[in-house]
Each structure stands twice: as structure tokens, then as C-alpha cells.
């Protein structure tokens, strides 16, 4: 065998295994890009710095799949700079400097660099303040991209350098659109005859969870595997069900199984019925839920159900927003889990949620009621010569530490929102509101 057959077979083999259909559709403009109008929109503030050839450093952040690499891309495809993609995973201390050393060389000739760095929370500190000098001389323009939270992720001094756009998951609308345009695109699957509903379409994206490139890399799979008679390949349910191991569980997450789902969630932890609760967890996100909903839902349900009964509650639910944040699903179930079953177990009290309804239906049929003076802070001449801050009582400066002093506004001061049960924990909030009122009334006239 020849050494020209074997470059001959070499690239007939690499021409025979298509790009990914994620890597075909990638967007070249601005308007190609789906999704991120919050930021892409027109006139609004990246598209406008983008368009202009006004790049500064910034930071992408946000979820998987949703286009901060694209954007990136975009950005190389519409600036007038060199652009360097750059690997925070492959890419050490000397590779770091041989880039920045070239890029100051560029920038004496008028040349811009952009140095574009994927997963830029991967770098340690020492890598990191190898980008500092030349980010703060202007020799090169980052662009970071990380699904972790910058803040904590990024050295301060970096980070003070560049600004923070904060990209969203895409919608299941907007995943359609996606959808529907890599059936129809020659860059997707427009040379084919594809028959696929919108109801398939809205499942795939249902289950892709706002991840566009697993919304891709779904539809490129069931669709390889639909039917084929020929002429044209037909995805049916069964095949999407087959690929993503879903069965009729996929539901419309704006439809009434959906909300039927959430409330069934609800109010079996309010039951106290643990074991129900996990059953409609697992249902909603075997189904495609995204787990920061519900992990919002139970963080609601913990101060309204639960609130001072028992007020590790928050934390618990907090605590697994953020697990569902880091880690994603499947992984994070079992702390959806946790949360779900702790907050079944919880001792149950509406209280703090009754108070506000309250407050809020005086709040909003008396929105003119005025600051009693005394409360008001007098922080210049005239506010003190009116009356404000006049009889003020500091209650640190008192044995008790109380006050018999009224803040109410005069019209509201007979008003009472908070009034606690005694389940749990409350119990002790109720003995000592009892004994702060006993103590204000004896000593209302002092």
C-alpha cells in the first residue's frame, strides 16, 4: 500500500463522518443566534458593543448549552481583531505566557487580540494572574466563558477588570425555533425529507431543558433513527422515547399537568405525607422538569408552610437550589430529595405568610399613611428642625432592650399581621411576642 492510498483512505474517512449538527448550525451573526434578546436584542447593550467593534474584556456566565461559545464566536466572526481560542483545560502557566507575549507584540502594530477562554473557573489563581498584566495594559480583550458563578470563581482583581453578562437557558419556545430551523436548514437536515410535528419538536425540547445543544444532539439522534421508507424518515413519539428513555411522562411544562404536578407536590409536604411528596418529585422530574423550578417551588413552600416552626427549613431548601445549580440533574435529585422529604417532616405553620397577606392588604389601601416622626431619620438641618427623629427611643440603650414606642402608623397601631401558632419552634416565637406585648403595655406610660 501506497503512502498516497493511505492519505487517500485517511481523508476519505474524516469526509465520511459528518460535523455534529450542533457544530453545522452554528450561528455566524448576530441574527443567527437564538435566544440571550435580553442582552442580544436590538439596542441593547452587548449587541451595540459587539456591532461597534467595542469589545472589552467580559465574562460569559451561565448554564451549559445555552451559547456562550458561539456568542464568543459571533463576536471573532463580526471584530476586527485576532482572535484566540484559548482552553482552560488543556492550557498551562507557559502556554498562558507565549499567547500573552505574542498578543503584546500584536498590539505595538495596531493589532487587537481577543483571547477567548472556555471554562475560565478551571484556571487556578496562578494562571489566572498570568492574564492580569497584559488584561490591564490593553494588550488583549478576555472573554471568559464559565457556568460557575464568577464571583466566586474568578480572581477579584480579574474579574473588577471585565464586565459580567449573564446568559439565560433558552426557553422551549425558543428551543423550538432552533429545532425547526435544523430540519430546515442545508446545513441541517433541509435535503432530506423529514416528517416531524411540532408536538415531537416541543418534547425534544421539553427534555433538553434549556440546553440547546442537547436539544441538537436529540433531534439529530431520533431522527437517525426514525423511520425511513425510502423517501422520507418519519419520527414518531415512540422513537423520541426510545432515544431520551422518556415514556408518556413528557408533558407540556405550560400546560395543566404541569401545574397539576406542582400541586400535587405542594400539597403533599404540606400533608406531611413524605412519601407522596417523592413520588410526584420523581414524576415531575422524570418528565423533564427543570429542578430549579421545583427547587424554587419547595423554597417557597418552606417559608409558607413551614416559616418559624421550624426555620432551618429555608436553609434546607436554599441549600438545595444551590446543589441543583451546581450539579444538575440526574445528580441532583437526590437532593430535591432531601429537601422534600425534611420539609414533609417539618412541623407546619402558616403564620408568616397570613401576616403578609395582611400587611399587604393595609399596605395597599393605605398606601398614604405617613412615617410616624419619630422613626423618620433626621440626617439634615431642616428634617431635625420639623420633628424628625424627635422621641426616638435607641432600645439598646434600655435594660430590656424594648421600647413601649409605637411604629406603626397611628391609623394601624391596633393592627396585628403575625400571630403564631405553636407548632415547632414557633412556639418559643409565641412566648416571646406574649411577653414583649406584656412588657409594652405595662410600660405604655412611661
Known sequence: MTMNTINEQI??????????????????TLDEIVGQQHLLGKGKVLRRIIEQDKVSSMIFWGPPGIGKTTLAHVIANQTKAKFINFSAVTSGIKEIKQVMQEADNSIRFGEKTILFIDEIHRFNKAQQDAFLPFVEKGSIILIGATTENPSFEVNGALLSRCKVFVLKELSEDELVVLLKRAVSSPKGFGDQ???????????????????????????????????????????????????ISKKSLLYDKNGEEHYNLISALHKSMRNSDPDAAVYWLARMLEAGEDPLYIAR?????????????????LEIAVAAYQACHFIGMPECSVHLTEAVVYLSLAPKSNACDVAYMNAKHDAVSRMAEPVPLHIRNGVTKLMKEVGYGDGYKYAHDYEDKLTPMTCLPDSLADRTYYEPTTQGTEAKFKDRLEQIKAWKERHRND
Open 11 to 28: 481523508t476519505i474517512g474524516q469526509d465520511s463522518v459528518p460535523e455534529p449538527l450542533a457544530a453545522r448550525l452554528r450561528p455566524e
Open 297 to 313: 417551588r419547595v423554597t417557597r413552600f418552606a417559608s409558607e408552610d413551614v416559616g418559624l416552626a421550624d426555620p432551618r427549613a
Open 193 to 243: 425529507d423529514i416528517v416531524i410535528t411540532d408536538d415531537i419538536l416541543h418534547m425534544i425540547a421539553v427534555f433538553a431543558n434549556g440546553d440547546a445543544r442537547t436539544a441538537l444532539s436529540t433531534l439529530e439522534m431520533v431522527i437517525l433513527n426514525g423511520d425511513f421508507d425510502g423517501e422520507k424518515t418519519t419520527v414518531t413519539k415512540e422513537t423520541v422515547e426510545q432515544c
